[in-house]
C-alpha cells in the first residue's frame, strides 16, 4: 500500500468511502421500508425489485450481518490507506490529521448524509439498492454466517435467546394508530369505519346494551286492553314477552307477526305466544366484534345479556353494534336530545341514564369509559356513594354537580365543559 502512486490511492480512498455511504443508505433504507406496502408491491404488482428487497427482509440478521460486514470493512480499509497518504505527504503528524479529517469525512459523508437521504426516499432507494445487495450477500455469505453463529453463540452465553424471526405482529392500538395517522389516501368516513371496526374488539356487550330497566316489552300478565295499546304505541319492531320480570321471558315478539294475527281470531295473548320466536341470549363480558359474528351465524338480530348467574342483565341489538362502527343512521334522533340540554351560561344538564360512550361521541368529550357505563354509575363508583343534590365532583378533569336524585339513582348532572379546558391551559 506504500508503494501506491499517491493520486491512484486518492481515488481508492474516495471509492471506500462511496462504499461506505451505499452501505449506510442501505442499511437506513431496508430497515425503514414499509413492511405492509412492500408485501402489497410484491404480492399484487409483480414488482421484481420489491419481491427481492422482501426476500432480504426475510432474514435481517443476515441482511444486517453483510452491511455491517462491507461498512465496516469499507471504513477500516479508508483509514489504514488515508494514514499511509498522509504519512507520506506529511510525515508522521500526517497519521494524527487523517484520522481527525477522515473521521469528519466518514461521519458526513459516509453516515450522515446517506442515511438522511435514505431516510426520506426509503422505497425508492431501497429497490435500487437491494439488487447490488442481493450479489454481496452471496459473495459474503460464508462471512456472514460465520459471524452471526458467532454472536449467536455469545447471546447464549450471557442467557440471551436467539431473536424470533418471522411475521410483524401488531397490536390493536398499533393497529389503530396506523389508521389514524398513516391514511391520509382514506376518506375521512372510511377511516372512521375502519377505526370502529377495530375498537369493536376491545369492547363488549355490557357496553352498549339497554339497560334491564329500561327494556320495552309486553308483561303478559296485564289485562289484554293495556297489551293492544302497548302493541299500538310500540316503536320497536321486536318486544320480548315475559311475566311479571324480564328474567321470566317467554319469546321474543316480530312487530311483522302481528299483521298475521288480525286476519285471524288469533290476536290474543296466546297467539302473541305461539307468534314469538325462542329468546336469544348473550353471555355478559362478548366482545362486540364475536357477537357481530354470533348475530350472522345464528341469523338472529336481537337478544338478551345474561350475567354468570342467568339474570337478564340488559338487550342488544344487531343495530346497536353496527352504529358503533357507522354512527347513529337512524332517523329517531329525539330521544338524545332529550337527554341533552344545553344551558345559556355554556353548560349541559344531562340525564344520569345516559350512556357515557354515546355523551362522549355527541359532545366531543373525554369522560372515563372504563367501569360504569352511564353518567349515574360512573358518579357512584367516583364517590362510593349515592350522593345527594348539590354534590359537586371532576370525573377526568370534567366540573359535576348532582342536581336531582330518585331512586338511589342520579336522575339529572350539570356539567360544565368550559371550566376543564381553563384548567388544562392554565
Known amino acids: 500500500m506504500q508503494h501506491l502512486p499517491i493520486i491512484l490511492s486518492i481515488i481508492i480512498l474516495v471509492l471506500l468511502l462511496c462504499c461506505s455511504a451505499?452501505?449506510?443508505?442501505?442499511?437506513?433504507?431496508?430497515?425503514?421500508?414499509?413492511?405492509?406496502?412492500?408485501?402489497?408491491?410484491?404480492?399484487?404488482?409483480?414488482?421484481k425489485s420489491a419481491q427481492r428487497a422482501e426476500r432480504l427482509l426475510k432474514r435481517p440478521d443476515r441482511l444486517?450481518?453483510?452491511?455491517?460486514?462491507?461498512?465496516?470493512?469499507?471504513?477500516?480499509?479508508?483509514s489504514a490507506l488515508a494514514t499511509v497518504v498522509a504519512v507520506q505527504v506529511m510525515g508522521e503528524?500526517?497519521?494524527?490529521?487523517?484520522?481527525?479529517?477522515l473521521t469528519l469525512v466518514v461521519l458526513i459523508f459516509g453516515e450522515i448524509m446517506p442515511k438522511t437521504i435514505a431516510a426520506h426516499y426509503p422505497e425508492r432507494l431501497a429497490f435500487i439498492l437491494c439488487w447490488p445487495l442481493g450479489w454481496i450477500f452471496v459473495l459474503l455469505y460464508p462471512f456472514v454466517i460465520l459471524t452471526n453463529a458467532v454472536v449467536n453463540g455469545l447471546l447464549y452465553l450471557v442467557g440471551m435467546k436467539k431473536p424470533a424471526l418471522g411475521a410483524e405482529h401488531v397490536?390493536?392500538?398499533?393497529?389503530?394508530?396506523?389508521?389514524?395517522?398513516?391514511?391520509?389516501?382514506i376518506p375521512t368516513q372510511s377511516k372512521n369505519f375502519l377505526?370502529?371496526?377495530?375498537?369493536?374488539?376491545?369492547?363488549?356487550?355490557?357496553?352498549?346494551?339497554?339497560?334491564?330497566?329500561?327494556?320495552?316489552?309486553?308483561?303478559?300478565?296485564?289485562?289484554?286492553?293495556n297489551i293492544s295499546m302497548q302493541l299500538a304505541r310500540s316503536q320497536h319492531t321486536r318486544l320480548p314477552l315475559f311475566k311479571d320480570t324480564i328474567d321470566d321471558v317467554t319469546g321474543m315478539l316480530h312487530m311483522r307477526d302481528l299483521?298475521?294475527?288480525?286476519?285471524?281470531?288469533?290476536?290474543?295473548?296466546?297467539?302473541?305466544?305461539g307468534a314469538a320466536e325462542e329468546s336469544y341470549f348473550i353471555p355478559a363480558g362478548t366482545s362486540l366484534m364475536t357477537q357481530l359474528m354470533n348475530f350472522q351465524s345464528n341469523k338472529k338480530r336481537i337478544g338478551l345479556v345474561v350475567d354468570e348467574y342467568g339474570d337478564i342483565q340488559g338487550l342488544v341489538t344487531l343495530e346497536d353494534i353496527l352504529e358503533e362502527v357507522i354512527g347513529k343512521y337512524t332517523t329517531d334522533t329525539g330521544s338524545e336530545n332529550k337527554l341533552i340540554h344545553p344551558q345559556e351560561d355554556g353548560s349541559f344538564v344531562i340525564d344520569?341514564?345516559?350512556?357515557?360512550?354515546?355523551?362522549?361521541?355527541?359532545m366531543s368529550w373525554e369522560l372515563p369509559t372504563e367501569g360504569a357505563k352511564t353518567l349515574n354509575g360512573a358518579v357512584v363508583e367516583y364517590?362510593?356513594?349515592?350522593?345527594?343534590?348539590?354534590?359537586?365532583?371532576?370525573?377526568?378533569?370534567y366540573p359535576l354537580e348532582v342536581l336531582a336524585v330518585k331512586d338511589n339513582k342520579i336522575e339529572t348532572v350539570k356539567i360544565i365543559p368550559g371550566l376543564r379546558q381553563i384548567e388544562l391551559h392554565d
Open 93 to 101: 503528524v500526517g497519521a494524527i490529521v487523517s484520522a481527525i479529517l
Open 352 to 362: 344520569g341514564g345516559m350512556a357515557i360512550r354515546e355523551l362522549n361521541r355527541m
Open 22 to 47: 451505499f452501505f449506510s443508505a442501505s442499511e437506513t433504507a431496508m430497515m425503514t421500508l414499509n413492511r405492509y406496502r412492500l408485501r402489497h408491491l410484491a404480492k399484487s404488482r409483480k414488482n
Open 64 to 78: 444486517l450481518g453483510t452491511i455491517l460486514i462491507g461498512n465496516t470493512f469499507s471504513n477500516i480499509l479508508a
Open 171 to 185: 397490536t390493536i392500538e398499533e393497529l389503530r394508530t396506523i389508521v389514524s395517522e398513516h391514511s391520509k389516501s
Open 259 to 273: 299483521v298475521s294475527l288480525f286476519n285471524k281470531s288469533d290476536f290474543n295473548k296466546e297467539g302473541l305466544i
Open 383 to 397: 364517590l362510593e356513594i349515592i350522593p345527594h343534590p348539590g354534590t359537586c365532583l371532576r370525573l377526568n378533569g
Open 195 to 225: 377505526l370502529g371496526l377495530i375498537d369493536l374488539k376491545g369492547m363488549t356487550v355490557d357496553e352498549i346494551m339497554v339497560p334491564r330497566n329500561e327494556i320495552a316489552g309486553i308483561d303478559l300478565t296485564e289485562d289484554w286492553v
